[in-house]
């Protein structure tokens, strides 16, 4: 079975503070992680995936197979980040198809 | 064409009604997704249709009923529903299965 754990619900932190949203995995097989997120009245989008490496938005995103995470980070919160942030995972390579989402963290970012 | 549309936005019905949503893209996907996400809640994975084959149910009872009637749409047909059935409903898309493109959901309310 894949799993995937969000500790937090609520993450509030002022702008120009750093961010990580923190997220857990398991999973038998090889995975492959993605941060998913919902801004205020706009649809559910990929934010990152942990195959491309890349940097958007300003956020990072490592996979850590040794402790299983995929935390999510910025250095500097904007308040336009405010948004639902989903962790998800797809495991490779027999549960290829199905995406599962962990339960999301709120981010609030304060003025 | 780069965007999954979910028709209709809201939906209202009683138990006894039978009623459909729908679910339409353009960007040559072959993998087609219908979750169902309750408030406070993550997307929860209900069928993946694959080149138009049903591929993955996740035990969604029978009254939800999906159909794929070809690479660009795909259906989710409601009959004898319960209110706790009441919910939001996204359709996504993928290439090879990646990346997930979710439309904006459609609204149901089960009086």
């Known amino acids: 079975a894949q799993r995937v754990t969000q500790p937090e619900k609520l993450l509030s932190v002022f702008k120009g503070a750093p961010v990580e949203l923190k997220c857990n995995y398991s999973?038998?097989?090889?995975?492959?992680l993605f941060w998913y997120v919902q801004y205020s009245r706009q649809r559910l989008q990929l934010l990152l995936r942990h195959i491309s490496r890349e940097s958007i938005k300003g956020f990072t995103a490592d996979l850590n197979k040794g402790e299983t995470s995929f935390h999510l980070k910025k250095p500097f919160a904007q308040e336009e980040d405010s948004a639902m942030y989903y962790c998800a995972l797809r495991g490779l390579p027999g549960g290829y198809q199905k995406v599962t989402f962990g339960i999301g963290t709120k981010l609030q970012v304060i003025p | 064409d780069t965007e999954v549309t979910q028709t209709p936005k809201h939906l209202v019905m009683g138990m006894t009604n039978k009623k459909s949503l729908k679910c339409e893209q353009h960007m040559g996907h072959r993998a087609m997704y219908w979750y169902k996400q309750k408030a406070k809640k993550p997307p929860e994975l209900m069928f993946v249709y694959s080149y138009e084959k049903l591929s993955i149910n996740e035990s969604v009872p029978s009254r939800f009923s999906p159909e794929c009637p070809n690479s660009s749409l795909l259906n989710l047909h409601l009959h004898a529903l319960q209110p706790e059935d009441s919910a939001l409903y996204l359709c996504?898309?993928?290439?090879?299965?990646?990346?997930?493109?979710f439309g904006e959901g459609s609204r149901l309310t089960v009086l």
């Open positions: 996504a898309s993928s290439q090879d299965f990646s990346e997930l493109f």
């Open positions: 999973y038998s097989g090889s995975p492959e």
